[in-house]
Nanobody
């Protein structure tokens, strides 16, 4: 079992930046990849970015590529998401998860955090 705790969300203006963190604990040696997903009210949970734990190979959704950067600190078992040039449409509850790979398939992810709210005002 792996426990995940997200932090770093908040309210930011259009064009601003935020950095999300996701601290993992428990059986972290079993982690293959980790990802960020987001869910806006009334919408499905969407893939944002993911990274392999070994090698650090990243994959991004088209909507965030060039604005967001995913990274990890293996020693600290922590996942990060640097979000720049934020837009109102980025407003959502952001979740981190452990996943089988960095493909972004929700069904390939097993353990999930509780989420951290990101709100971008226009």
């Amino acid at each position: 079992q792996v426990q995940l705790v997200e932090s770093g969300g908040g309210l930011v203006q259009d064009g601003g930046s935020l950095r999300l963190s996701c601290a993992a604990s428990g059986r972290t040696s079993t982690i293959a990849s980790m990802g960020w997903f987001r869910q806006a009210p009334g919408k499905e949970r969407d893939f944002v970015a993911a990274i392999t734990w070994i090698g650090g190979f990243a994959h991004y959704a088209d909507s965030v590529r060039g604005r967001f950067t995913v990274s990890r600190d293996n020693a600290q078992s922590t996942l990060y998401l640097q979000m720049n040039s934020l837009k109102p449409e980025d407003t959502a509850l952001y979740y981190c998860a452990t996943c089988r790979d960095n493909s972004g398939r929700v069904g390939y992810c097993e353990w999930w955090g509780q989420g951290t709210q990101v709100t971008v005002s226009s």
